[in-house]
T-cell receptor, first 113, second 114 residues
Framework: AQTVTQSQPEMSVQEAETVTLSCTYDTSESDYYLFWYKQPPSRQMILVIRQEAYKQQNATENRFSVNFQKAAKSFSLKISDSQLGDAAMYFCAYFNTGNQFYFGTGTSLTVIP | GAVVSQHPSRVICKSGTSVKIECRSLDFQATTMFWYRQFPKKSLMLMATSNEGSKATYEQGVEKDKFLINHASLTLSTLTVTSAHPEDSSFYIC??????????FGQGTRLTVV
């Protein structure tokens, strides 16, 4: 079974600064997708960014970007110009051809004013 | 983006009773829906995969007789917690595949069994 590891249970960042959340995964498949989801206190899961494994170019969405290293099976999320609204739990997720999501254990991000 | 509505958002029930949670895709058809359980400050644990018109596929360790899943239409899946006990208290989240490789999540249901 695929595993997704987030080694940082908690992270903090000063408002307007940049923070990077790390994620590694284990798979023998070559075709898959990776996601970062955000879960604010409301508990609603919100898609932050998605990366297709067959694409070499790193995905970006406004202030959010990823560093996808396929050989190293690493998928980190960079949040630039951090805002107070970015405070949340962040989950890294792996999606395979078997139509299943596997989630990491999450990183709780605190944004310091 | 696509909307998935989960109802109720909170429910309190007595031990021994059953509780039904609904998950609806409001503006798209979902042949597959997923049910997750999330413990406080923990990740989402996949409980089962619900496929329209067929039996759900349960993850190892999940009691299918306790957590009944029905996916009778392309827009509705239900999770029924039967004979609930306090240890079933948790946050339950559904998701639906709106399109290939992206899941849309419901708002979640906080179940408290007293």
């Amino acid at each position: 079974a695929q595993t997704v590891t987030q080694s940082q249970p908690e992270m903090s960042v000063q408002e307007a600064e940049t923070v990077t959340l790390s994620c590694t995964y284990d798979t023998s498949e070559s075709d898959y997708y990776l996601f970062w989801y955000k879960q604010p206190p409301s508990r609603q899961m919100i898609l932050v960014i998605r990366q297709e494994a067959y694409k070499q170019q790193n995905a970006t969405e406004n202030r959010f970007s990823v560093n996808f290293q396929k050989a190293a099976k690493s998928f980190s999320l960079k949040i630039s110009d951090s805002q107070l609204g970015d405070a949340a739990m962040y989950f890294c997720a792996y999606f395979n051809t078997g139509n299943q999501f596997y989630f990491g254990t999450g990183t709780s991000l605190t944004v310091i004013p | 983006g696509a909307v998935v509505s989960q109802h109720p958002s909170r429910v309190i029930c007595k031990s021994g009773t059953s509780v039904k949670i609904e998950c609806r895709s409001l503006d798209f058809q979902a042949t597959t829906m997923f049910w997750y359980r999330q413990f406080p400050k923990k990740s989402l644990m996949l409980m089962a995969t619900s496929n329209e018109g067929s039996k759900a596929t349960y993850e190892q360790g999940v009691e299918k007789d306790k957590f009944l899943i029905n996916h009778a239409s392309l827009t509705l899946s239900t999770l029924t917690v039967t004979s609930a006990h306090p240890e079933d208290s948790s946050f339950y989240i559904c998701s639906a595949d709106g399109r290939v490789t992206e899941a849309f999540f419901g708002q979640g249901t906080r179940l408290t069994v007293v």
